[in-house]
């Protein structure tokens, strides 16, 4: 219902918290791609989006990436500055982190805004 409301209301920004969670992975995807991909709705009707989610899948698509330990932001990148095949599992998540791949300054990359 609340991407609904986003897509509808044509808000200037919307904010999304696992929208997805309850979707099966087929429906998770196209609904991903249709609303919140590049070429989606919401990216179409110019809306800028927050997209806390929990699928490192969908990182790819993401303009900025933030990654909370704990509900703190602990580590920020742009997606463009990992490496190429990067896809880690959430079981190795603190590895992930410890690799040095993310920036540990929050203030190291500034926001681009989309998803």
């Known amino acids: 219902m609340a991407i609904a ?9 919307a904010l999304f918290d696992d929208s997805l969670s309850a ?6 995807a196209q609904v991903f791609t249709r609303i919140f991909g590049s070429q989606g709705i919401l ?7 927050i ?3 929990y699928d490192w899948k969908y990182l790819a698509d993401a ?13 920020r990148t742009l997606f463009s500055s990992l490496p190429g095949e990067i896809s880690p599992p959430m079981a190795s ?7 040095g791949i993310v920036s540990e300054d929050l203030q190291e ?7």
């Open 43 to 49: 990216c179409r009707n110019g809306t800028a989006v």
């Open 51 to 53: 997209l806390a989610i």
């Open 109 to 115: 990359v500034s926001p681009t805004g989309g998803v």
């Open 5 to 13: 409301r986003a897509v509808y209301g044509r808000t200037k920004l």
């Open 23 to 28: 979707l099966d992975a087929s429906t998770s």
């Open 63 to 75: 303009d900025n990436a933030v990654v909370l330990l704990r509900s703190s932001p602990s580590e």
């Open 93 to 99: 998540h603190r590895e992930f982190l410890a690799s």
